[in-house]
């Protein structure tokens, strides 16, 4: 059973923010947020992940609602090189697997 | 540091041959995992493990066998190899299975 719900694809303007969001309305109380991209063929590489506060680093911003039942990735500043597949995962604490759902396929345009 | 390191990078194989594809990380992580990524697709697990000497089913470990014999390898063996399986082949490890690294991923053939 699907833990996400995310759009298939997006476009975003380059200089822009993106905001990608995704739904996981039968999370639980300890079960992370994480995401991921992949650039390309190449191996997915992680960007963020919490609980239910909002998060920011060097690469994005993880916006997590109050009930958090949904969440968006926020890349503030689009660059070409963004375009991607992102992935949003739910995660249990306790779990030792990572499953990764269909992604939604960003393309950033000139 | 190399980081996660996948060999061989592509390979093709007929259809009942065996091979075994190797995973090796110097970052002294716990946790590995092997996924596959089908055209299109998103990845599914196949197995991981979360130390030496454990490992575990994933999604889709069918026709798949694993061993953790040392920490920093981690073996994906196939050892009848069927055109299902054609895919592309990613490993990852992980201090605690939060922080994924992933390798560069390995292309397999079964005709």
């Known amino acids: 059973d699907a833990k996400t719900t995310q759009p298939p694809s997006m476009d975003c303007a380059e200089g822009r923010a993106a905001n990608l969001p995704c739904n996981h309305s039968t999370i639980s109380g300890n079960e992370y947020v994480y995401w991921y991209r992949q650039i390309h063929s190449q191996g997915p590489q992680y960007i963020i992940h919490g609980l239910k506060n909002n998060e920011t680093n060097e690469m994005a911003s993880l916006i997590i609602t109050e009930d958090r039942k949904s969440s968006t990735l926020i890349l503030p500043h689009a660059t070409l090189r963004d375009t991607a597949v992102y992935y949003c995962?739910?995660?249990?604490?306790?779990?030792?697997?990572?499953?990764f759902g269909a992604g939604t396929r960003l393309t950033v345009k000139p | 540091n190399a980081g996660v390191t996948q060999t061989p990078k592509f390979r093709v194989l007929k259809t009942g041959q065996s091979m075994t594809l190797l995973c090796a990380q110097d970052m002294n992580h716990e946790y590995m995992y092997w996924y596959r990524q089908d055209p299109g697709m998103g990845l599914r697990l196949i197995h991981y493990s979360v130390g030496e000497g454990t490992t575990a089913k994933g999604e889709v470990p069918d026709g798949y066998n694993v061993s953790r014999l040392k920490k920093q390898n981690f073996l994906l063996g196939l050892e009848s190899a069927a055109p299902s399986q054609t895919s592309v082949y990613f490993c990852a490890s992980a201090v605690r299975g939060e922080k994924l690294f992933f390798g560069s991923g390995t292309q397999l053939s079964v005709l």
């Open positions: 995962i739910v995660r249990e604490g306790n779990n030792n697997d990572m499953r």
